[in-house]
């Protein structure tokens, strides 16, 4: 009875994969929720609060009846005009700001990280199965990867909300670069895709994953065949990413130009990394802090298993296998920083590469397990699946069970009342230039009035402000002046602001500091402080949108015409 069970059950899971897999996918996502949602509370992290800000821009924005992104945050970030979207791209959180427009800040939290949990454990299963030939291994790479011990670091202990989403989008990166090393280079669009998107959340891990794509395109040095071919197609997702990106990267460059220098913090690659041996106890602890960064216990054993099977995999396995290493090592002392500070001192903290070491943990691990104990494994293979899902689970439970204790005792969370609070009242100097930091204590105060305290410390009584109000990307302030004045606003000065007087545009000014002076006359006046889009931004946003639907409408067509993609060969070389 129990083997017609599942030879029922193994039947209708191939008759109906898609379902199953979805199924499948939506229990291990409410799984991986569960402790953080139990008990009603959101854990800030180092870096969460951050992101809720930059949600309470987009949505503020959509409150006014807008439709984008907006330029500078006119409710969030203490109110002030914190340029936040024109230098942190946000394009993929528009979604969760929609859904905190619908239903609340906790609620779309919690809806927005099942999305991007379910995003992962898709793409995961998706290069998965490509490269492992195999359903089942294709979900066993996901679920190691998805429920990799760093990930769960990333998300909740560090609140790293733009790094945690790209996740989902650096298998997509790995699999474009290795269709070209593999020769497969006609799906070289996945590496454009997934590089656009990675440029559309988080700059940072633009530059990780070019250090994942220079690495993997390594991989052609095993098979030396057409390779003008793959540089080619090499060069067209250089060229296509371009095109995608530019309508964050064009404005990023025209701002920087301007206010030059700004205040995002360095640091020395060599310190931020552990001694490999306190890395080691970290992660067989499965230990979870945000001064202990560490790749955990399961992915141990699993690069373990993968030297274990190393004699019998492919060269392709093998690589893999060693690029896996590479990165984990590269979250220690072991590998030498100190060269490479200039090149990749942006990334800041060297761990962050432990996001990329789980894709090839995942890879390798379940391919060493067939490998190893793949005897019988077609009959077997549910068996395998559940035991692998239950033990990392089970692993990944009892640690953020143990974090949750531990920041109910440090105040590391807040209550879903406190959301608001949280998501708008917080001061980041990271795009601020150096040199307009001692003016953000009298900004924040939002007041005319303070601005133009005089240097002896006295107030100006010749000048009072009315009223202040906020609309979409721009600031009103009604005052009242006993003289004609260059008065100052509560604002640093960025491309792309205007000021109009009265229903007159002025033109305006910016101290040394950065601060805007405009010119207003005696008596009442209305000021409006608005950001426009420069010619810039405007020509950018053109040019990415129509290569995003060019690019789309040509995929279409390709698969209209029959063009799929079929799992990728294995790199093999001639015995």
Known sequence: ????????LGHWVRQHWALAQLLFFIVLTLVWLLPWIANGRIYLGDDLAFHLNRVQSITQYLKFGKLGLGHVATGSFNAWGYPINLFYPAYLLWPMAALQVLFGGPLAYTLYLFIINMATLYSASFVGQRLLHSRFQGIMVAVFYAFAHYRLLDF???GALAE??????I????YGAYSIAAGDWHRWYWLAIGMALIALTHLVSLLLCAVLVLVTLGMALIKRQNLWWRFKMLCWAVITTVFLTVTCLAPLLQQLHRVGKLNVAQFSLEDSVQQPWAFLTDSMMNRMASGHINIG?????????????????????????VLGWLFTLMATRLFPWPPFQGLLGMIQFPWRFLGIANLFVALVGTRAIVTLFGQGWRFNRTAWLTAGTGIIVLFGFFSCQGFINSSAKTNRSIRNDQYHWAATTMRNPDYVPPRSLVSLDAIETHSIEVMDTRANGQRDRTIRQLSRTVGPDSF??????QRARQT??????YQGYQVWVNGQRRHWTADQTDVIHVAIPKGQSTIVLKYVPTGIQRLSAWISGLSWVSLIGWLIRKYRRGVTDSPTQSVTVAK
Request: hydrophobic share 50%; net charge positive.
């Open 1 to 8: 009875m129990q083997t017609k069970s599942h030879t029922a």
């Open 156 to 158: 909740f202990v560090r």
């Open 164 to 169: 945690g989403m790209t996740f989902a989008i």
């Open 171 to 174: 298998p997509l990166v790995f």
């Open 297 to 321: 216990l399961v992915a141990l054993i699993l690069l373990l298993l993968g030297i274990v099977a190393f004699r019998r995999f492919s060269p392709r396995d093998r690589y893999l296998l």
């Open 476 to 481: 009103t302030y009604r005052v009242s002046s």
């Open 488 to 493: 100052k606003l509560p604002h640093l000065g």
